[in-house]
């Protein structure tokens, strides 16, 4: 077989794949940054990596999509799309493969069928590969990425998404692949997406060898993770029962919730009689040999749980939600409780909830409530509204069973009945009028924004507005290597820090005095190119003790709520303002809608009564106690 | 003979005659104020003399500037532009004092500094004239008059103030109302401005060029000119950018204007460097203005297009030398554009950012490139006196080649600190009018595009904000 290289047409490729007994290998370089550390795997760094990416000769890098768009807008402050083209630029035969979560694209909540349409059309000129899945296995939910990845001309790759459990059978996986082809068509690649890296070796051989079995043509592109550390003898089992292609990463890299070491699994599966086709095994070696050089840089986005996690096995948690799951529990304080919350509650939690594959955003969404059941003492005493959502049938329909009416009840009150019969079901999403975002964004920019850029906002408008505005005054950061743009605590007097700006131009900036001004503020003095200049930056430390101040209790906030006086909760963004100064409200209206953790929680009301006063704006940052509505409570 | 000039002045002008000094073997005198410690010129000068601590009060002062010369044994005051300049009474006191003067007479800048004196004499010797009045007589005789003549002339029509210059004390009417409101404003603040309550009217040219000549006088009855210059873009009456020579596509009446110049230098009995203004209307009727007995500042075009050094030869002239060429070997070639590169912000109405450092001075170089400028880095403005930066010169074979050197010139100049008025100049020479050779005094009111401009960082500055940031903050929110 000859390579597969990016741009052949889909015949070729699928031809290609179909005629060899051996098997060809996807990078998951953007599944091991996002499951092993936080996603921020700067493209610094894979720019370094490319060439020898590029020679290594994989089936495809998988170097997009999931949760990566929004944190390379939001942390790495770089533009997806330039990522794409500056990598493809170094990469021109690997095909690009992403990871789209259906009608949720790359955020957490479904998006209107035009933004989907208009999203994949924009990233398809630069991704080959689409893998796309739905965490209800739900395919409506897929059908128009679907659609526009065909029309695109692209490699289309749905997945099933697997499970462990009860209803989680052979019969029940084959028929879902049946649903797929019947809107597909044959010239598909098929995930089998393990992104919990769940079941045994034997549980994957057999339901690869199921597949193949009615579908004898079928390509099958294993995705695992290694959380347990027993990924490669999963992706063994799935080689020797049919399955194509599969997923591995650099091992510099690896060493707990991504995929596995590629070398391992190439070393593993040549005993069995089986090559990986097109690799070069010292491209894949000299890899390795870069990153780990630049591993040290990003020591602190790895995982504060170290090892492996053979207990996923019980939680089930995603090897892409592992990171910012542990994140959360040490900056939540509750790292301690993570015990009862991944063995007990969470599988609980689970299985209350129809067993459903726990993946983005349901994942987040058992993840969130299982967290809220431990930490306030009431389970399901504090429904999020996605929960809310997710029982109401939003997000799909449940694929074995519904939870529990006692469920329903605590979210939704005694007339839950009710509430579901009026609400329940998919929500048609309007369509958005692009052409009008698009001129709220220009607004927002002060100048024309290119449909890429539209593109990005259109997924998160005001984290995609900051990074702009960022780009504006900081420039293409993304030419920092980790060693600068991570740096904590200061550079040293004197330091020297070279780089070669977007442009081509190299650059040498020396590091020189701070100097306190008579206003308080900081005078840095930095030698650019030979030539002293000074930046002037705000003293911190008072505007922090403020902050400080002002923080209240739980009980504070509740008891201002009574009298109008609504409060932030706890820490989030603003993400809605539904009322306007003046407005009427009644009792459980919805004032504002706060997103945290991925989540929204409306901010609602207990009394009627006049909007008399505003005091956020939707972007904003606040924290506990800061003053949100001011309501004049109706006699 | 070596003889000791001091300089009067300070900025760039200082530095551009103390350079003219030095290169003529004598010694340079600098004077200076205390906000000027820090200045250029006192380093480049041979001698320096702390007149005061200003801030200006001491530049203007006559006795001071005196003794500091007479306590250094100067032999010549060389007076530059602006400050004692045009004072009759500092001339004098040269004069008085045994010191040379460079620049005419007492006497000559007397008659040419009061605007009805100077209008008599050009009338005199037929030199044509925009319609105006004598002093207006004081009080309500003096309103009846004004009220006559706009009813003869039309409005517009300009109330100036006869002792005056520099754009102030001037004012546009535009009916009887507004003449009956504005006439005692005009004296009141003609009084106080200039000690002199008498103001005249001029009526108005509707949107003129403003093109003047440099001409040039000895002793011995030699005037010549060094071609025209047109000052027309301008901001409230305050040049900007200046060209040499002329733009309007007719020899002629160029020829006819310097050849008015000339006249008009003779019948002042003029002598020295001076400049005769004139305003052109759209019929290509022009008009006397007015003429400086000064140094202009946009001098340079004049020079790099006849190579005449006009301050070298200003010395030469007052310490007794003839004029070292006639008419016939003043020969223009090009052209030469210079920019005011001031600190300022033009887009909020060219608000002067004085008191602020200069962080980062780089400078374009390279053929046709001249710099007059005293700025360094790491030099602080002077809050207290203009905000005249650096002029930049250039010059070039035909029109295209200079605009497109000037261009280049301002997007290679960094300047950091202070905003200036480097991006509006960048827009200018994107202007198509402006590169036809198109404009006349009402340039910037007509083109009001030029102020809609972002200043553009360089990408290394930007990135270098961002490692600042990196650096100065305790919890770096990009590794966080």
Redesign the interface.
């Known amino acids: 077989m000859d390579r597969i290289v990016q741009g052949m047409s889909i015949n070729e490729v699928l031809k290609n794949l179909r005629s060899i007994d051996d098997y060809v290998i996807c990078n998951t370089a953007r599944d091991l940054s996002q499951s092993d550390f936080k996603n921020r795997i700067l493209l610094h760094t894979d720019l370094l990596t490319a060439e020898a990416r590029e020679k290594a000769g994989y089936f495809s890098l998988e170097i997009t999509g999931g949760a990566s768009v929004h944190v390379d807008i939001l942390r790495k402050q770089v533009d997806p799309f330039l990522k794409l083209e500056l990598l493809r630029q170094k990469m021109p035969n690997t095909m690009f493969q992403t990871l789209c979560r259906g009608v949720n694209l790359f955020g957490y909540r479904p998006y209107p069928q035009n933004v989907i349409r208009f999203t994949v059309k924009e990233f398809a000129k630069y991704v080959d590969v689409w893998r796309v899945f739905d965490f209800m296995n739900h395919i409506p939910n897929m059908q128009s990425v679907f659609e526009e990845v065909q029309l695109a001309g692209k490699i289309l790759e749905p997945c099933i998404c697997f499970s462990t459990g009860p209803e989680h059978t052979d019969d029940y996986y084959v028929k879902k692949v049946g649903e797929i082809l019947e809107v597909t068509g044959d010239e598909i690649l098929l995930c089998i997406k393990n992104h919990g890296g769940l079941g045994t070796p034997k549980r994957i051989g057999d339901l690869v060898a199921a597949i193949k079995d009615k579908y004898p043509d079928m390509v099958i592109h294993y995705h695992g993770h290694n959380t347990d550390g027993n990924d490669i003898g999963r992706i063994t089992a799935a080689i020797l029962n049919g399955a194509t292609i599969v997923d591995a990463a650099d091992h510099a890299f690896t060493g707990y919730f991504g995929p596995p070491p590629l070398l391992s699994v190439i070393q593993t599966l040549e005993e069995y009689g089986k090559t990986a086709v097109g690799i070069d095994v010292d491209a894949v070696i000299e890899t390795s040999e870069i990153l780990r050089d630049e591993r040290p840089h990003y020591e602190l986005f790895e995982s504060q749980f170290k090892g492996f996690l053979p207990t996923v096995q019980i939680h089930k948690l995603p090897g892409g939600a592992m990171g910012s799951s542990f994140e959360q529990a040490v900056k939540g304080g509750f790292l301690d409780r993570m015990p009862e919350i991944l063995h007990d509650e969470l599988p609980r939690v689970q299985k209350e909830l129809g067993n459903y594959w726990s993946v983005t955003p349901g994942s987040q969404i058992l993840w969130t409530t299982a967290v809220s059941n431990v930490m306030e003492g009431e389970r399901y005493g504090n429904c999020s509204g996605d929960l809310k959502n997710l029982l109401l049938g939003k997000y799909g329909p449940f694929p074995f069973y519904q939870p529990a009416d006692w469920i329903y009840e605590k979210a939704f009150g005694p007339d839950w009945r009710k509430t579901l019969e009026e609400e329940g079901g998919i929500e048609e999403i309007e369509d958005m009028d692009i052409d009008k975002e698009r001129e709220t964004l220009e607004e927002r920019l002060g100048y024309k924004p290119t449909e890429q850029q539209l593109v990005t906002y259109l997924q998160h408008p005001n984290d995609a507005v900051d990074f702009f505005k960022f780009e504006e005054k900081f420039g293409r950061s993304y030419v920092l290597p980790p060693s600068i743009f991570l740096k904590r605590g200061g550079f040293t007097l004197g330091e020297t820090i070279e780089f070669t700006d977007c442009n081509g131009k190299e650059h040498l900036i020396q590091v020189g005095p701070k100097q306190k001004n008579e206003d308080g503020n900081i005078n840095v003095y930095l030698n650019v190119d030979h030539f002293q200049r000074v930046y002037v930056m705000e003293a911190e430390q008072a505007a922090a003790g403020a902050a400080k101040q002002a923080e209240m209790s739980k009980e504070e906030i509740a008891d201002l709520a009574t009298i109008g006086d609504l409060r932030a909760p706890f820490s989030a963004n603003v993400c809605e303002v539904v009322v306007e100064s003046g407005q009427k409200v009644e009792a459980g209206d919805r004032l504002i809608m706060l997103e945290a953790m991925k989540m929204q929680t409306p901010v609602v009301t207990e009394a009627a009564g006049v909007v008399e006063k505003i005091s956020v704006k939707v972007g904003d940052a606040v924290k506990p106690g800061d003053k949100l509505v001011k309501l004049v409570i109706a006699e | 003979m070596k003889k000791k000039i001091l300089v009067a002045n300070r900025g760039e002008i200082a530095l551009r005659i103390i350079r003219a000094i030095q290169e003529l073997g004598h010694i340079a005198v600098a004077i200076y104020e205390t906000p000027d410690s820090a200045a250029l010129h006192i380093r480049v000068a041979d001698e320096a003399v702390l007149i005061g601590d200003g801030p200006r009060s001491d530049y203007l002062n006559i006795d001071t500037v005196i003794k500091a010369a007479k306590n250094h044994d100067v032999d010549a005051i060389h007076p530059g532009y602006g400050f004692l300049a045009e004072n009759p009474d500092f001339a004098r006191a040269c004069e008085e004092n045994g010191i040379i003067f460079i620049g005419p007479s007492s006497e000559v800048i007397h008659n040419l500094g009061n605007k009805v004196i100077a209008r008599q004499i050009m009338k005199e010797a037929g030199i044509p004239m925009v319609p105006g009045t004598s002093n207006l007589s004081l009080g309500d005789a003096g309103l009846q008059e004004a009220l006559d003549f706009a009813a003869e002339y039309k409005y517009p029509i300009m109330l100036k103030a006869t002792t005056g210059g520099g754009g102030r004390g001037i004012r546009l009417v535009e009916n009887d109302e507004q003449l009956k409101i504005e006439y005692p404003v005009a004296r009141a603040e003609a009084k106080a401005a200039f000690n002199d309550e008498n103001v005249y009217l001029e009526k108005v040219v509707v949107k003129p060029k403003h093109v003047e000549v440099q001409v040039m006088a000895d002793r011995f009855g030699t005037t010549v000119h060094l071609g025209t210059r047109d000052c027309s873009i301008q901001r409230r009456n305050q040049k900007l950018v200046e060209i040499a020579p002329s733009m309007i596509p007719d020899q002629n009446l160029l020829d006819r204007i310097c050849d008015t110049a000339v006249k008009a230098t003779r019948a002042a009995n003029y002598f020295n460097a001076g400049t005769v203004e004139f305003l052109i209307d759209h019929d290509k009727n022009f008009y006397f203005m007015e003429i400086n007995t000064r140094v202009q500042v946009e001098h340079t075009v004049s020079e790099m297009v006849t190579g005449i050094d006009i301050v070298r030869t200003q010395i030469k002239l007052a310490l007794g030398k003839k004029l070292a060429f006639a008419q016939e070997d003043v020969q223009l070639r090009g052209h030469a554009i210079e920019m005011r590169i001031n600190a300022e912000d033009p887009q909020n109405d060219f608000m002067p950012e004085g008191g602020k450092?200069v962080?980062?001075y780089?400078s374009p170089g390279g053929y046709g490139v001249r710099l007059d400028g005293f700025v360094y880095?790491?030099f602080t403005i002077p809050e207290v006196y203009d905000s005249l930066l650096v002029k930049l010169t250039v010059f070039g074979f035909s029109w295209h080649e200079t605009v497109d050197r000037l261009r280049r010139c301002l997007k290679n100049y960094?300047i950091?600190g202070p905003k200036t008025t480097i991006p509006f100049y960048l827009n200018l020479v994107n202007d198509p009018d402006f590169q036809k050779g198109d404009f006349d005094t009402s340039y910037l009111e007509t083109h009001q595009h030029l102020f809609d401009y972002t200043v553009d960082v360089s990408?290394?500055?930007?990135?270098?904000?961002?490692?600042?940031?990196?650096?100065?903050?305790?919890?770096?929110k990009?590794?966080a």
């Open positions: 450092t962080s980062v780089r880095q790491g960094v950091t990408e290394v500055n930007k990135l270098a904000r961002l490692i600042a940031e990196i650096h100065h903050k305790k919890e770096n990009y590794a």
